[in-house]
């Protein structure tokens, strides 16, 4: 299986802020990446797929990149809405997640 | 396109876990989606359990397969997930979900509420 580690596990911002959370595969997964945003007691939301491609109607404050191991996942103000855990998922080889990040409130 | 899932919310440990998604707004036979269940432990990743499409064999997580049975009920415009023998380590919420089948890959757009499911005696 394919092993998916993000870092770092919590994140502490300001509403404004530019935030980067990394994602890292055990083994070269190509673009074959996504980013969920879920909220708690909510189904996770899909916000960019093959790395970098924005789903739309996600706001453009998204962006993703990153190609075969390492992948990040940029958010470049902060709003109110977007303090939630997110998850990187590979679908290179079946499917894995990521163990979350917590972007939590400063 | 709607999912929806509904199921014990206890199963006692050795039974059998019996899940339904029911899908509104499309036909679980129409061959657009890949319906796909997940499940997260409290405050766990999530984890791909498998699929199951209009034709051909379900696909299961390789740790899951002696365990599971994917089945759809075209009549109802269900999809459904059984899980044997289960412990406390099956506690989690189970989700069903749709992988878009004229996407590039299995990412999921389209995913029901979630179910919590207890595994207690």
């Known amino acids: 299986d394919i092993q998916m580690t993000q870092s770092p596990s919590t994140l502490s911002a300001s509403v404004g802020d530019r935030v980067t959370i990394t994602c890292r595969a055990s083994?070269?997964?190509?673009?074959?990446l996504a980013w969920y945003q879920q909220k708690p007691g909510k189904d996770p939301k899909l916000l960019i797929y093959k790395a970098s491609t924005l789903k739309s109607g996600v706001p453009a404050r998204f962006s993703g990149s990153g190609s075969g191991t390492e992948f990040t996942l940029t958010i470049s103000s902060l709003q109110p809405d977007d303090f939630a855990t997110y998850y990187c998922?590979?679908?290179?080889?079946?499917?894995?997640f990521g163990q979350g990040t917590r972007l939590e409130i400063k | 396109v709607h999912l929806q899932e509904s199921g014990p919310g206890l199963v006692k440990p050795s039974e059998t876990l019996s899940l339904t998604c029911t899908v509104s707004?499309?036909?679980?036979?129409?061959?657009?989606?890949?319906w796909t269940w997940f499940r997260q432990p409290p405050g766990k990743r999530l984890e791909w359990i498998g699929y199951i499409y209009y034709v051909g064999e379900p696909h299961y997580n390789s740790s899951l397969k002696s365990r599971l049975t994917f089945s759809l009920d075209t009549s109802k415009n269900q999809f459904s997930l059984k899980l044997s023998s289960v412990t406390a380590a099956d506690t989690a919420v189970y989700y069903c979900?749709?992988?878009?089948?004229?996407?590039?890959?299995?990412?999921?757009?389209?995913w029901g509420r979630g179910t919590l499911v207890t595994v207690s005696s």
């Open positions: 998922q590979q679908y290179s080889d079946y499917c894995t």
């Open positions: 707004g499309g036909s679980v036979n129409s061959g657009s989606y890949y």
């Open positions: 083994q070269s997964i190509s673009v074959w």
């Open positions: 979900a749709g992988d878009d089948s004229s996407s590039s890959g299995w990412f999921y757009d389209l």
